[in-house]
């Protein structure tokens, strides 16, 4: 019996030390980010690239994932706007079946994004590839992030960490309730893997050679065919 009762008492103690470090977390990351997010495509300062951050174009039921349209409906905006010169679709393709910065490149081109100002990036398998990826693999100091506004929070803090100045556009969120909580409930956790990460020095899964993202005014002309990829 006094057993069960150690054991009891030492969970109880683990979650409460988990929810307090939660806590934590998440007040430091929102107050770190405060003032970069903003809902506004008019009142956004340009940046070269936006970092356009991946999830999948289908929900669990198999229907179009409004998390997904959103994003690629404010990164479209953006770039009709002069916001952005370029979108650095940055997602998960481990596996053949799964490419989430194609269906990103598809989606924008269907917008009416030249597929020249569109960068693929192939190795975006989570937020910190995505953020790190974007300075050392295609040399961005500078971003515009996009995403839904709890995502562009940690994905703020992730840019600060690296010495990335970067402000935030968030997309709007359509969604159930329970679906809200559920993805509110992921996206705490995931700040509390982050914070270990970066205290750990957590790097990509992979880098590889730096991919050179040219000025716009060099391109006098789009052609189907010549988007950057890796």
């Keep these: 019996m006094k057993s069960y009762k150690r054991i009891l008492l030492g969970l109880v103690t683990l979650f409460g030390l988990l929810t307090i470090f939660t806590l934590i977390v998440n007040l430091k990351v929102s107050s770190t980010v405060n003032g970069r997010i ?6 956004i300062p340009h940046n070269k690239v936006a970092l ?3 999830t999948n174009p289908l929900n669990r039921l198999g229907r179009p994932n409004t998390y997904f349209t959103n994003r690629i409906k404010i990164a479209a905006e953006l770039f009709h706007a002069g ?10 393709n481990h596996i053949e079946s799964y490419d989430e910065p194609t269906a990103m490149r598809d989606s924008l081109i269907a917008r009416g994004v030249p597929e020249g100002r569109i960068i693929l990036d192939f190795a975006g398998f989570r937020t910190l590839d995505s953020v790190i990826r974007a300075k050392e693999v295609f040399g961005c100091d500078s971003l515009t992030i996009i995403s839904q506004s709890d995502h562009c929070e940690r994905a703020l803090y992730l840019a600060e960490a690296n ?3 970067a402000v935030s556009i968030s997309a709007p969120i359509r969604a159930g309730r329970w679906v809200r909580v559920r993805l509110t409930f992921r996206e705490w956790l995931a700040r509390d893997k982050m914070m270990l990460d970066l205290w ?3 790097q990509p899964h992979f880098l590889g050679e730096k991919i050179i ?4 005014m060099k391109q006098k002309s789009y ?6 990829t890796m």
């Design 83 to 92: 916001k952005v010169d370029y979108i650095l679709a940055s997602g998960d």
């Design 213 to 216: 993202i040219p000025e716009p």
């Design 52 to 54: 356009l951050l991946g």
């Design 163 to 165: 010495e990335i100045t």
């Design 223 to 228: 052609s189907t065919n010549d988007g950057l």
């Design 38 to 43: 903003y809902d506004c495509v008019d009142s």
């Design 200 to 202: 750990f020095g957590k």
